[in-house]
């Protein structure tokens, strides 16, 4: 696997040459659109001052032509003989055409640096040819001659080049490695880091330590990634807490079951023990048949949490179904219903929320003594679709209100397990509303009664 690390090293490398090839190649054309008139206009007036002097002293012409050679020049000096002579360091390439030469004794100056053809990766300023020149006649003695000059480059700017090609090289050299370091620091680590902390939640380790400080992506995914390892851990805590709990809602009718079995084999037992023991053997299979048949909502809620089939159909038909159902528990315990159900179509799954206002109503009257009332609304309030369960039981304890809906959660109260209570009722409830895309909330004032409100959305 190739690394970060190495990829951010060999981009960076391909992005100075390509940077530096851009660079090269965008001087070239300034050189050849602004710099070469430029350049041979300075040559011209150079090559003129050397033409007058020579013409003005020509004893000292040949000193003179050598000393400005020596000064950072190439001169060649040419008669109509062909008469050759050259000062200074030699030329690369002699390229001069005969009709140039002609040219310049005839009396016309010769622009060989303008004219220099454009390439793009030849530089005209630095090269060495002698078709690269400025060209003038001269006359010594009544003697005519061609004089043809250019820059040594070399020579005039041999350290400076050094010093600039330096200057260049080590400010790419340094960006390079400033560059690759700053990376490492603030890229490579903290996702070295992140790699880390998902290896040690992979492990079941969630005690996890990110840099949360940074504002950037990376911090970012950092905030991202450490609100996910809690929320990972607290999924992780529920299921283990799940598991138990579930295990042991199994496991203590089973014992009970199994105990009550061996009495039940003594010859000796009396009749109404034995039927006693008979009846507890079938509360405790009932209640574990519907322990199982929660678990299975529950666990079926879970897998297919986008897939409800919804229509519309009347809540108030549905409450009235569910208080029909309810009618024996109610008129055993003689609670007075009042019922303020104005009619109203909702769009849901009928099946799901029958199940909701089931453990509503069924707890309402579960939890409220003998005697009392049990209210029951439903009202549009804006663009929801509220229902309130009121009942005038002895109320729930603030502590324990927010634990209401976790799964197994039972009031002292339900502790019991004759009560028939496993304390997955609300869990469902919840469950449901939220599928829905509705909220269920839950008030209640010790001594005076607790009201649950399911809120669903309605258009
Ligand atoms: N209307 C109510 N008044 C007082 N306490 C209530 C009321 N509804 C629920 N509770 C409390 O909330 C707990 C959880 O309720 P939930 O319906 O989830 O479980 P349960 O009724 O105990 O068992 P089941 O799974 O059979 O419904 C109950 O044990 C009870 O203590
Ligand atoms: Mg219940």
Redesign the pocket.
Same mark, same amino acid.
């Given at each position: 696997m190739k690394s970060l690390y190495y990829r951010v090293c060999l981009l960076t490398l391909v992005t100075v040459f390509v940077s530096s090839l851009f660079a090269f190649l965008l001087s070239n054309v300034y050189y050849h659109v602004k710099l070469k008139p430029f350049n041979d206009a300075k040559l011209t007036k150079m090559v003129g001052n050397l033409q007058q002097f020579s013409e003005l002293h020509p004893e000292w012409a040949e000193s003179y032509l050598k000393s400005s050679a020596a000064l950072g020049y190439e001169i060649y000096l040419v008669d109509d003989q062909g008469d050759e002579r050259f000062f200074g360091n030699p030329f690369r390439e002699k390229d001069l055409s005969k009709a140039d030469i002609t040219q310049v004794l005839a009396g016309e100056p010769y622009h060989g640096v303008a004219n220099f053809p454009n390439k793009p990766f030849i530089t005209g300023f630095f090269d060495n040819r002698l078709s690269n020149t400025v060209g003038i006649p001269l006359q010594i003695n009544d003697h005519q001659y061609a004089l043809f000059l250019r820059p040594d480059t070399p020579l005039q700017f041999g350290e400076l080049r050094i010093f600039f090609a330096m200057i260049m090289l080590l400010t790419v050299l340094f960006s390079i490695l400033i560059f690759i370091h700053i990376c490492a620091i603030y890229l490579i680590k903290p996702i070295h880091r992140l790699t880390e902390a998902t290896k040690r939640i992979a492990k079941g380790r969630y005690d996890i330590e990110l840099p949360l400080k940074r504002t950037d992506e990376i911090g970012q995914l950092a905030v991202h990634f450490t609100t996910m390892s809690h929320e990972v851990e607290r999924a992780e805590r529920v299921r283990q807490e799940f598991v138990a709990n579930v295990s042991h809602e199994i496991q203590s009718p089973l014992a009970s079951i199994q105990g009550f079995a061996t009495a039940l084999k003594q010859d000796t037992l009396p009749p109404h023990e034995r039927i006693h023991y008979l009846s507890i053997i079938e509360q405790e299979s009932r209640r574990l048949s519907l322990l199982s048949k929660?678990l299975l909502t529950l666990s079926s809620l879970d897998q297919t949490p986008h897939a409800l089939l919804k229509k519309s159909f009347s809540l108030r038909a549905q409450l009235r179904q569910v208080v029909q159902v309810m009618t024996w528990g109610l008129t055993e315990k003689e609670l007075s219903l009042r019922l303020e159900l104005p009619e109203i179509f909702i769009y849901g799954n009928e099946v799901l929320l029958y199940q909701v206002w089931m453990?509503l109503v069924a707890? +309402?009257v579960?939890?409220t003594p003998a005697g009392r009332s049990i209210t029951i609304q439903a009202r549009i309030e804006g663009a929801r679709c509220k229902v309130y369960v009121t009942?005038t =039981?002895d @109320?729930?304890v603030e502590t324990e209100l927010p634990f &209401?809906f976790d799964r197994f959660? /039972? =009031?002292d /109260? +339900?502790r019991d397990r004759t009560a @028939? *209570? *496993? @304390? &997955? =009722? &609300? *869990?469902i409830v919840q469950k449901i509303v939220h599928l829905h895309e509705g909220t269920v909330e839950v008030t209640s004032t010790l001594g005076e009664g607790?009201t649950f409100i399911v809120s669903l959305p309605h258009s």
């Open positions: 929660q453990n707890n +309402a579960k939890y009942d =039981g @109320g729930i &209401l959660y /039972r =009031g /109260r +339900a @028939g *209570s *496993s @304390g &997955l =009722g &609300l *869990s607790t």
